[in-house]
């Protein structure tokens, strides 16, 4: 091997990957951000079948773009990301949301936390500390009770379980190109993660409210949605978990 | 009574039986799941051509059900295997497709971005 010193900033080939769906007014900016603040990495936008220009803005902006014939979903299009970094051999993957709620400034934290603290995920969380974010109460209690039950069920204080920004190593990109869930992606993730015995650590970020887009969680559907979550991760939680592939590391 | 109910259950069973049937031989249904099909239609119409087991005392002791009562139910349960069936496989078909989906954005990004080098090479030292 040449080169074996790594430093903390040369962790390896780094992927953004962006899903978006019909995010055109937001695409550009998140992609010009993520190059200023991590001009190092990849930018990969998956485009989940958006009906409006997000596909051709982003690569006029430069960006690989990857097209679903039709839209997945946030997980299925989250999982093409990870199958693309895993063809390509990247070594680390960093979700981003097209909506412009998650600042890019921030990936270097958790790109750092990644290193630092030798975990497979590096999850950024709004409710450690005071990152200044403001949203409906009924929203927060939904969160908190969520946060409640996936904490208890992976032995981890997890405070954001449906944030969806979030840095992944070799490891783990491998295991969500092949597994990974459908219906409530971010909060199923983290049991998957603990069923898998990979490590994951939470990493105070600052968001801030989304550029453009309304969330897929309205005031009124969070009790509904966290009900259905609930109820996603207790089916999870009795299905049998994916083995890893390689080297025959037990998952 | 018995015997107009005995002809309409009869006479339905056949025609399913018949639908099947043709469709298996105009390939719109596959076999595996023409099975279940047929095996309805099959003991439908077997209540409806023995109905003096279904009447005897021993059947109305032992399930507490009477004829028509009995082939309703009968037909209910296959319904819902069925309908079960149904559930399984469009699960595994959504799977399918979503994984066909993503191989496809996969190999049409690696295909576009081979275009566009093998565009270069030609066009690049002439």
């Known amino acids: 091997m040449i080169g074996d010193k790594v430093s903390v900033n040369d962790q390896g080939k780094i992927l953004v990957i962006v899903p978006a769906y019909n995010e055109e007014g937001s695409v550009e900016k998140v992609i010009e951000e993520v190059r200023t603040h991590l001009s190092k990495a990849d930018i990969l936008i998956v485009n989940d079948g958006s009906t409006d220009h997000t596909s051709e803005k982003a690569r006029a902006c430069g960006a690989v773009v990857l097209d679903l014939p039709f839209n997945l979903g946030i997980g299925g299009a989250m999982q093409a990301g990870y199958q693309y970094a895993k063809e390509k051999g990247y070594d680390i993957a960093v979700q981003v949301d097209a909506d412009g709620q998650h600042n890019p400034k921030e990936i270097p934290k958790l790109l750092h936390a990644l290193e630092a603290k030798k975990v497979d995920v590096a999850i950024g969380s709004r409710f450690i500390g005071d990152s200044g974010y403001r949203s409906s109460t009924m929203r927060r209690v939904g969160i908190s009770i969520l946060s409640y039950v996936i904490s208890m069920i992976v032995r981890q204080k997890i405070t954001d379980p449906t944030s969806g920004f979030r840095a992944a190593n070799r490891r783990t990109i491998q295991l969500f190109a092949s597994e990974y869930p459908q219906d409530y992606p971010e909060p199923e993730v983290v049991v998957l993660l603990h069923q898998c015995h990979l490590k994951m650590v939470e990493v105070p970020v600052g968001m801030s409210e989304r550029y453009s887009g309304e969330s897929s969680i309205t005031k009124i559907r969070s009790i509904y949605y966290m009900v259905k979550v609930l109820l996603a991760i207790f089916v999870d939680y009795f299905k ?9 590391e037990g998952c | 009574m018995l015997i107009k109910v005995q002809i309409i259950i009869g006479a339905l069973s056949i025609i399913l039986l018949l639908i099947t049937f043709e469709l298996i031989r105009r390939k719109r249904l596959r076999e595996e799941y023409a099975i279940l099909w047929l095996f309805t239609g099959i003991v439908v119409l077997v209540f409806s051509l023995w109905p003096e087991f279904f009447l005897s005392q021993f059947f ?32 595994k078909l959504t799977d399918r497709n979503k994984e066909l989906a993503q191989r496809h954005a996969l190999l049409e990004l690696e295909f576009k971005e081979f275009k566009k080098r093998y565009l270069l090479s030609e066009t690049g030292p002439s």
């Open chain 1, 240 to 248: 049998q978990p994916p083995l890893l592939e390689k080297e025959g």
């Open chain 2, 60 to 91: 109305v002791k032992m399930t507490g059900i009477f004829y028509l009562s009995a082939v309703v139910l009968i037909a209910f349960f296959f319904l819902l295997l069925i309908v079960f069936h149904f559930s399984v496989v469009i699960s």
